[in-house]
């Protein structure tokens, strides 16, 4: 399993915008495509945005999309999640994930569902005051 560590999250008032990376190690990353999920407390964890190994597909959760974007630099073993607009219900924990889509021949792929992903970050609390 690759192993990730996701930090830029923090406290940032309703209107603002933050940059989330998740630094990738131990494993090539760019056999990974990789999502990003968040975990309001008492909520299920949510799915907010995926890229395959390239960056040619993108997914997004209907709610994030046109606020947020996912990228990564493979060169530097990193995805991003530029969020702006945030709200207050975008409070979260938010979590980096892993999925060998190399490894299961299917490199197009930019899974949304979290039991695709069989490695995940310790996460990163993201917290948008009103």
């Known amino acids: 399993q690759v192993l990730l560590v996701e930090s830029g999250g923090g406290l940032v008032q309703a209107g603002g915008s933050l940059r989330l990376s998740c630094a990738a190690s131990?494993?090539?990353?760019?056999?990974?495509?990789m999502g990003w999920f968040r975990q309001a407390p008492g909520k299920e964890r949510e799915f907010v945005a995926s890229?395959?190994?390239?960056?040619?597909?993108?997914d997004y959760e209907d709610s994030m999309k046109g606020r947020f974007t996912i990228s990564r630099d493979n060169a530097k073993n990193t995805v991003y999640l530029q969020m702006n607009s945030l709200k207050p219900e975008d409070t979260a924990v938010y979590y980096c994930?892993?999925?060998?889509?190399?490894?299961?021949?299917?490199?197009?792929?930019?899974?949304?569902?979290?039991?695709?992903?069989?490695?995940w970050g310790p996460g990163t609390q993201v917290t948008v005051s009103s």
């Open positions: 994930a892993a999925h060998p889509a190399i490894a299961y021949g299917r490199p197009w792929y930019a899974p949304r569902t979290a039991t695709d992903f069989n490695s």
């Open positions: 131990g494993r090539t990353f760019s056999n990974y495509a």
């Open positions: 890229i395959s190994w390239n960056g040619g597909n993108t």
